[in-house]
């Protein structure tokens, strides 16, 4: 072996054509045992197309064995080529050795094209034969867990923690959390979560656990944990959002606030940032910054809704209503349409005494809020105004058609009636 020995030794130390003339003698005349040793020497360091040539040129000696053909149809995924590891793997016998390692990679190559159905029967192939085996078990946690079946990789994941706590440099005690979040679980994954910190502290660990943490209620462990991954990785972007919300929850405003303006800094083109920062600005009482912050928003995203209906709402209760004009021309811009906002132009014109635009806006809204009370009585005041009582009186009679006890739309239908007597 000491042929092999000094290949990996040039190859270690950057004499890359020394070493593959030597190679060349291994793979040409060399013994099984040397060029066995060498492919898998090869796999470890990356020389791909010369392991698979050792491979094959042993299964010329060996054409049945298993192991070889795992071996070979592992490097075959490493080389993009899935599609002959497949036929390979295929091709091993049920009672080969390495059979259940074949299934657990058809397992992994048929998850990865999406075959999931496949992917599970070549697990459950696998784990008949290797009943307690955690590698099958972690497996089927993984496949389950991706198809958002999270009690069943739930199931499997927990079979395997009293085996092992990581698998393929995967916690498991994180995978547990994972899953319980996702599922809903929230404060049941919180100590898998603290588990996995234990083990290694890790920041999206630290961050998942803060987020389920925030999920489940438990406000004050969420900005504890989301305060120590800030300390640990400002740049760590996700955070500043979940933490101003935190805040918020807690009724500390002005921290809650204090950690958008951090994470613009960090991050100046999150528009989520900027929306969020907007709405805590006007809780704050102060509008101008609210103004700030939804433009903002709007700039990064000209048709993010949210910051115009946000927006919007402000200049109708600051009753300036040239700038909700303003806006919802720039809105109508977009292809698709916001309701609110046509309602919103609607009052904006008609309280600016531009009636013919008013009554426009008004008829585009009655598509979408012909069921609304609040509209229609809006929309039916206003015809009254503009003596249009023949289509108020069709407003005001579906309003009595939603709420039949009200007498104040039955005082004005009455009152309309009598106008035509």
């Known amino acids: 072996m ?36 060498l492919a898998e020497e090869l796999f470890r360091l990356g020389f791909l197309d010369e392991a698979k040539a050792l491979f094959q040129r042993l299964l010329e000696s060996y054409p049945e064995e298993g192991e070889l053909m795992v071996l070979l149809a592992e490097t075959y995924i490493e080389l993009g080529d899935e599609d002959k590891a497949i036929v390979l793997l295929d091709e091993i016998h049920e009672t080969d050795p390495s059979y259940p390692e074949a299934l657990l990679l058809l397992a992994d190559l048929y998850q990865m094209e999406g075959l999931y159905e496949v992917s599970e029967q070549k697990l459950l192939d696998a784990k008949s034969i290797l ?3 955690e590698i099958i078990d972690f497996a089927l946690g993984e496949l389950y867990s991706e198809q958002g ?16 706590n ?43 656990l803060a987020f389920t943490a925030l999920q ?31 805040y918020e929850r807690e009724e500390e405003l002005d921290l809650g606030f204090a950690s958008i303006k951090e994470g613009i800094k960090q991050d100046e083109y999150n528009k989520d940032l900027y929306f969020y920062g907007g709405k805590m600005a006007l809780k704050l009482g102060d509008e101008e910054e609210a103004e ?18 946000t927006l919007n709402k402000l200049f109708m209760k600051q009753e300036n209503y040239e700038k909700v004009i303003e806006l919802v021309e720039e809105m109508d811009q977009n292809e698709e349409r916001e ?14 005494e531009q009636y013919s635009q008013s009554l426009n806006k008004y008829r585009l809204a009655y598509t979408y809020f012909k069921n609304q009370p609040e509209f229609l009585k809006d929309f039916g005041y206003f015809l009254i105004e503009e003596g249009e009582n ?11 058609q939603l709420d039949p006890t009200n007498e104040e739309y039955l005082d004005i239908l009455q009152r309309i009636s009598d106008e035509f007597i």
């Open 149 to 164: 079946k999270f009690l069943e990789a739930i199931h499997y994941y927990q079979k395997v923690l009293p085996h092992n």
């Open 166 to 208: 990581e698998i393929a440099g995967v916690n498991v005690n994180q995978r547990l959390g994972d899953a319980f979040s996702a599922g809903g679980a929230f404060e049941d994954a919180l100590p898998y979560y603290e588990k996995a910190l234990d083990e290694k502290l890790e920041i999206n660990t630290l961050f998942s």
């Open 216 to 246: 489940a209620g438990f406000n004050k462990t969420a900005i504890e944990k989301f305060e120590q991954l800030k300390v640990l990785d400002p740049e760590y972007h996700s955070l500043y959002l979940f933490l101003a919300k935190a």
């Open 339 to 352: 309701p609110q906002l046509l309602w919103d132009a609607a009052l904006a014109y008609q309280n600016l």
């Open 131 to 133: 009943k307690e085996n």
């Open 2 to 37: 000491d042929r092999v020995r000094k290949i990996i030794s040039m190859i270690e130390n950057g004499e890359h054509q020394e070493a593959l003339k030597k190679y060349e003698h291994i793979l040409n005349s060399g013994s099984n045992d040397e060029k066995f040793l």
């Open 292 to 309: 700030k912050l939804l433009r903002e928003a709007l700039a990064l995203d000209p048709e993010f809704i949210d910051a115009a209906l």
């Open 390 to 400: 023949d289509q108020a009186a069709e407003i005001f009679k579906k309003l009595l």
